[in-house]
C-alpha cells in the first residue's frame, strides 16, 4: 500500500511516501524551488517522492492533508468576530485570500494533484488529518519506543497550539490541547519579531543569542505576559500582542513593557536584546519543563517524544533530558510543518488503516533522515562537467584521506553524499565541515563562508561511540536536537580579564580543546554520526579521528544565509564557487577553489534575501 503525505500553503511545504508503512521518501519543496520556507504546493517534493518510489499517482491508496482547512476558518472567523471591530484590517486583508483559494482547498489540491495523473480519481484518495494530530503522529509512529507520552508545540494548527498524546503501539490518543491564541511558540515568535528576526525563521537565532545575555526579563514576562501554572498550562495576556487580529507580533503595550520600538533588523544588536533573547528563553525552558514534569507524574511513561516548531529548541530538550524525569527522547528530526507530511501519513496508515508498528527496538523509522535526492557517481561527474567544475575523482579511501588533507589545512570543506537531509538540519549529507579545534573556524565559516552573524553557532558531529568523551550526553543525538555542556576536561580556564566580558565580546575567547563549537555558555548542539545510517560520513569521522586524534567536526549546512540547503550537484558547485570555500567533495570528485574557473565565481553573498 502506497500513501503520499503533504504539507503545504503555510510555511516549509513538503511531500512523503509511504510503502506499506515505511517511509520511503522525503523532501521539503524548498530544496528544488530555491525559495527558503517556500510554502507552495510542493510539485516538486512530490514529484521526486513518486520518482523515488516507482509509482504513480493512480498507484496511491491515500493522499493524506496534514491539517483541516475548514477547522482554521472557523479559528479565523470566530477570532475576528470576538475582537470587533478592532482587527478589521487583518481580517480585511485575510478574507479575501481565503474566499478565493483557501476555503476551497480541497478542489485545489485535486486540480494540483490531477495534474500528475489519475484524473477524476483523486478525491476518492484525498484523507485530511488535524494540524497537531500529524504532528503527534510524526513524533510517535516512528520513534523506536512501543509507548510513549507525546508533546506537540508549535505557533498554532487549526484551533490547537500545543498537544499531549498518549502513544501505545499503533494507537495515539489525544488527552489535552491548550488552544489559539494562547501559543507558547508565538510567545517566543513576538520576541523574535520583537528582536528584529523574521519570524518563522529567526526563532533559532534567538536561541543562539541567548547564552550572550541574561534573563533579566524573565520575571516580567511571568509576571505580565504569560499566566504560568504548576502543571505548564498557561494564558497569555492578548493586551499585549498584536498577532491574533493585528499585522504585526506585538501590541503597543509590548513595547512599553519592555522599553522601545522592535529592533530594525538593519540596527545593531545590543546588550538589551541579548537579555531578551535569554529571558524569553528561559520562560520557554521552565514551559517546557513543566508540562513535561506533569506528563512524567501523570502517565508514568519512561519515554517521551517531540515534535511541533518547538520542539526544534535543542536547548530546551537538553534540559528535559537532564531534568531526569524521561529516560528517554525521541524527536522528530522534520519537527516543523514539513514533518507534518510525515505524521499525516503515518496517522492515515496505522489510525486509519489499523496496521499495527513494526519495532525493532533500537533504530527509528526515520532512517538517518536521510529521504531526499541522490545522485549516482557517474551522474555528479556529467552534472559538475556541465556546470564548468575541474576536479578529480578517487575512490573511497584515497578521497577520505583527501577531504582529511583539507579539513587538516584548514580549509573550509564542502560534502555532497547520498541522499540528502529531511527537515532543517544538515547532517552529513548537505554540509560544510571544518576543523573545530580551530579559534577562528567559526568566525571564518559565519563571516566568510555563510555570510551570516557572528554569533551564531555550530554544531559538532561526533563519532556515536565517543560522545561521552566530549559531551555530558549519554545518549544518541542523531538529528542535532540536543545540546549538551562540554566536559569540564575539555574546558579551557579562563583568565580574569576574559571572565568579566559580557555580549558579543565573549565571542572570540576559545573554551575549550574544541572551541569552533563550544558556546559562549560551554554547551554544544550535538549531532552523533552513526555508520548505520551514514557510513560514509562516519568513515571520514574515523579517519578524521585517526589523523589528529579528534573524533568531532564541525558541520553546518552548505548553504548561505537565505538559502535553502543545496540539493543537486549545480546547486552544490554554485554555492561553492559564491563563498570563500575552499575545497569540495561530491561524490568521488574533489575540488580545489584555487584550480577552478574564476570566471564562474558569482556574488553569492545578496544572492538570497536575509532569513
Same mark, same amino acid.
Given at each position: 500500500?502506497?500513501?503520499?503525505?503533504?504539507?503545504?500553503?503555510?510555511?516549509?511545504?513538503?511531500?512523503?511516501?509511504?510503502?506499506?508503512?515505511?517511509?520511503?521518501?522525503?523532501?521539503?519543496?524548498?530544496?528544488?524551488?530555491?525559495?527558503?520556507?517556500?510554502?507552495?504546493?510542493?510539485?516538486? #517534493?512530490?514529484?521526486?517522492?513518486?520518482? +523515488?518510489?516507482?509509482?504513480?499517482?493512480?498507484?496511491?491508496?491515500?493522499?493524506?492533508?496534514?491539517?483541516?482547512?475548514?477547522?482554521?476558518?472557523?479559528?479565523?472567523?470566530?477570532?475576528?468576530?470576538?475582537?470587533?471591530?478592532?482587527?478589521?484590517?487583518?481580517?480585511?486583508?485575510?478574507?479575501?485570500?481565503?474566499?478565493?483559494?483557501?476555503?476551497?482547498?480541497?478542489?485545489?489540491?485535486?486540480?494540483?494533484?490531477?495534474?500528475?495523473?489519475?484524473?477524476?480519481?483523486?478525491?476518492?484518495?484525498?484523507?485530511?488529518? +488535524?494540524?497537531?494530530?500529524?504532528?503527534?503522529?510524526?513524533?510517535?509512529?516512528?520513534?523506536?519506543?512501543?509507548?510513549?507520552?507525546?508533546?506537540?508545540?508549535?505557533?498554532?494548527?487549526?484551533?490547537?497550539?500545543?498537544?499531549?498524546?498518549?502513544?501505545?503501539?499503533?494507537?495515539?490518543?489525544?488527552?489535552?490541547?491548550?488552544?489559539?491564541?494562547?501559543?507558547?511558540?508565538?510567545?517566543?515568535?513576538?520576541?523574535?519579531?520583537?528582536?528584529?528576526?523574521?519570524?518563522?525563521?529567526?526563532?533559532?537565532?534567538?536561541?543562539?543569542?541567548?547564552?550572550?545575555? +541574561?534573563?533579566?526579563?524573565?520575571?516580567?514576562?511571568?509576571?505580565?505576559?504569560?499566566?504560568?501554572?504548576?502543571?505548564?498550562?498557561?494564558?497569555?495576556?492578548?493586551?499585549?500582542?498584536?498577532?491574533?487580529?493585528?499585522?504585526?507580533?506585538?501590541?503597543?503595550?509590548?513595547?512599553?513593557?519592555?522599553?522601545?520600538?522592535?529592533?530594525?533588523?538593519?540596527?545593531?544588536?545590543?546588550?538589551?536584546?541579548?537579555?531578551?533573547?535569554?529571558?524569553?528563553?528561559?520562560?520557554?525552558?521552565? %514551559?517546557?519543563?513543566?508540562?513535561?514534569?506533569?506528563?512524567?507524574?501523570?502517565?508514568?511513561?519512561?519515554?517521551?517524544?517531540?515534535?511541533?516548531?518547538?520542539?526544534?529548541?535543542?536547548?530546551?530538550?537538553?534540559?528535559?533530558?537532564?531534568?531526569?524525569?524521561?529516560?528517554?527522547?525521541?524527536?522528530?528530526?522534520?519537527?516543523?510543518?514539513?514533518?507534518?507530511?510525515?505524521?499525516?501519513?503515518?496517522? #492515515?496508515?496505522?489510525?486509519?488503516?489499523?496496521?499495527?508498528?513494526?519495532?525493532?527496538?533500537?533504530?527509528?523509522?526515520?532512517?538517518?533522515?536521510?529521504?531526499?535526492?541522490?545522485?549516482?557517481?557517474?551522474?555528479?561527474?556529467?552534472?559538475? #562537467?556541465?556546470?564548468?567544475?575541474?576536479?578529480?575523482?578517487?575512490?573511497?579511501?584515497?578521497?577520505?584521506?583527501?577531504?582529511?588533507?583539507?579539513?587538516?589545512?584548514?580549509?573550509?570543506?564542502?560534502?555532497?553524499?547520498?541522499?540528502?537531509?529531511?527537515?532543517?538540519?544538515?547532517?552529513?549529507?548537505?554540509?560544510?565541515?571544518?576543523?573545530?579545534?580551530?579559534?577562528?573556524?567559526?568566525?571564518?565559516?559565519?563571516?566568510?563562508?555563510?555570510?551570516?552573524?557572528?554569533?551564531?553557532?555550530?554544531?559538532?558531529?561526533?563519532?556515536?561511540?565517543? %560522545?561521552?568523551?566530549?559531551?555530558?550526553?549519554?545518549?544518541?543525538?542523531?538529528?542535532?536536537?540536543?545540546?549538551?555542556?562540554?566536559?569540564?576536561?575539555?574546558?579551557?580556564?579562563?583568565?580574569?580579564?576574559? +571572565?568579566?566580558?559580557?555580549?558579543?565580546?565573549?565571542?572570540?575567547?576559545?573554551?575549550?580543546?574544541?572551541?569552533?563549537?563550544?558556546?559562549?555558555?560551554?554547551?554544544?548542539?550535538?549531532?552523533? %554520526?552513526?555508520?548505520?545510517?551514514?557510513?560514509?560520513?562516519?568513515?571520514?569521522?574515523?579517519?578524521?579521528?585517526?589523523?589528529?586524534?579528534?573524533?568531532?567536526?564541525?558541520?553546518?549546512?552548505?548553504?548561505?544565509?537565505?538559502?535553502?540547503? %543545496?540539493?543537486?550537484?549545480?546547486?552544490?558547485?554554485?554555492?561553492?564557487?559564491?563563498?570563500?570555500?575552499?575545497?569540495?567533495?561530491?561524490?568521488?570528485?574533489?575540488?580545489?577553489?584555487?584550480?577552478?574557473?574564476?570566471?564562474?565565481?558569482?556574488?553569492?553573498?545578496?544572492?538570497?534575501?536575509?532569513?
Amino acid at each position: 500500500m502506497h500513501i503520499l503525505g503533504i504539507s503545504a500553503f503555510y510555511h516549509d511545504s513538503a511531500a512523503v511516501l509511504l510503502r506499506d508503512g515505511k517511509v520511503v521518501a522525503a523532501a521539503q519543496e524548498e530544496r528544488f524551488t530555491r525559495k527558503k520556507h517556500d510554502p507552495g504546493f510542493p510539485e516538486n #517534493a512530490i514529484a521526486y517522492c513518486l520518482k +523515488e518510489g516507482g509509482v504513480g499517482l493512480e498507484d496511491l491508496d491515500h493522499i493524506v492533508f496534514n491539517e483541516k482547512p475548514f477547522l482554521k476558518f472557523e479559528r479565523l472567523i470566530e477570532t475576528y468576530l470576538a475582537n470587533a471591530p478592532r482587527g478589521f484590517r487583518s481580517f480585511r486583508a485575510a478574507i479575501p485570500v481565503w474566499i478565493k483559494e483557501k476555503l476551497f482547498q480541497k478542489a485545489n489540491l485535486i486540480k494540483s494533484l490531477e495534474a500528475f495523473g489519475a484524473k477524476g480519481k483523486v478525491a476518492d484518495k484525498l484523507l485530511f488529518a +488535524e494540524h497537531h494530530q500529524s504532528h503527534a503522529a510524526s513524533a510517535f509512529f516512528p520513534s523506536p519506543f512501543s509507548e510513549a507520552a507525546v508533546l506537540t508545540l508549535d505557533g498554532v494548527g487549526e484551533w490547537a497550539t500545543a498537544s499531549v498524546s498518549v502513544g501505545r503501539g499503533r494507537q495515539l490518543d489525544i488527552v489535552r490541547e491548550i488552544r489559539w491564541p494562547h501559543s507558547l511558540g508565538l510567545l517566543y515568535s513576538a520576541f523574535t519579531y520583537y528582536t528584529g528576526f523574521k519570524v518563522n525563521s529567526g526563532e533559532y537565532k534567538v536561541m543562539g543569542l541567548a547564552p550572550y545575555g +541574561e534573563p533579566k526579563y524573565a520575571q516580567l514576562i511571568l509576571d505580565h505576559l504569560i499566566d504560568l501554572k504548576e502543571d505548564g498550562s498557561f494564558w497569555l495576556d492578548q493586551s499585549y500582542f498584536d498577532y491574533a487580529t493585528g499585522l504585526r507580533m506585538t501590541a503597543p503595550k509590548f513595547d512599553a513593557l519592555f522599553g522601545g520600538k522592535p529592533r530594525d533588523p538593519a540596527e545593531r544588536l545590543t546588550q538589551r536584546h541579548m537579555d531578551l533573547a535569554a529571558s524569553v528563553q528561559k520562560v520557554t525552558e521552565e %514551559v517546557m519543563l513543566r508540562m513535561t514534569r506533569e506528563l512524567a507524574r501523570t502517565y508514568a511513561i519512561p519515554n517521551l517524544c517531540l515534535a511541533g516548531g518547538v520542539a526544534l529548541n535543542c536547548v530546551a530538550n537538553g534540559k528535559i533530558l537532564r531534568d531526569g524525569r524521561f529516560k528517554n527522547l525521541w524527536m522528530q528530526p522534520a519537527a516543523g510543518d514539513a514533518g507534518g507530511a510525515v505524521g499525516a501519513a503515518l496517522a #492515515a496508515w496505522h489510525l486509519h488503516v489499523g496496521k499495527d508498528r513494526p519495532l525493532n527496538g533500537a533504530l527509528d523509522g526515520m532512517q538517518g533522515s536521510f529521504l531526499g535526492p541522490a545522485y549516482a557517481d557517474g551522474e555528479i561527474e556529467q552534472r559538475l #562537467a556541465a556546470a564548468g567544475a575541474r576536479f578529480e575523482t578517487h575512490d573511497e579511501a584515497p578521497l577520505l584521506e583527501r577531504t582529511v588533507d583539507a579539513l587538516a589545512a584548514g580549509d573550509a570543506v564542502g560534502w555532497f553524499q547520498g541522499r540528502m537531509e529531511f527537515g532543517p538540519r544538515a547532517l552529513g549529507a548537505r554540509s560544510i565541515l571544518g576543523d573545530p579545534r580551530n579559534p577562528t573556524m567559526q568566525k571564518t565559516l559565519n563571516l566568510r563562508i555563510k555570510y551570516r552573524e557572528s554569533f551564531r553557532p555550530f554544531a559538532p558531529a561526533v563519532l556515536d561511540e565517543d %560522545v561521552a568523551e566530549y559531551f555530558e550526553l549519554d545518549q544518541p543525538s542523531p538529528y542535532m536536537l540536543l545540546v549538551a555542556d562540554v566536559k569540564r576536561n575539555r574546558r579551557r580556564q579562563l583568565s580574569e580579564a576574559e +571572565e568579566q566580558l559580557f555580549g558579543i565580546d565573549k565571542l572570540n575567547v576559545p573554551r575549550s580543546d574544541i572551541p569552533a563549537v563550544t558556546h559562549v555558555d560551554y554547551s554544544a548542539r550535538i549531532q552523533t %554520526v552513526h555508520a548505520e545510517t551514514n557510513p560514509r560520513f562516519h568513515a571520514l569521522l574515523k579517519s578524521w579521528k585517526a589523523r589528529t586524534g579528534c573524533s568531532v567536526l564541525v558541520n553546518t549546512s552548505f548553504n548561505v544565509r537565505g538559502e535553502p540547503i %543545496v540539493c543537486t550537484p549545480e546547486d552544490a558547485f554554485r554555492c561553492f564557487m559564491g563563498t570563500e570555500m575552499e575545497t569540495l567533495v561530491a561524490g568521488r570528485c574533489l575540488m580545489k577553489k584555487d584550480r577552478q574557473n574564476p570566471a564562474l565565481a558569482k556574488d553569492y553573498k545578496h544572492r538570497f534575501d536575509p532569513d
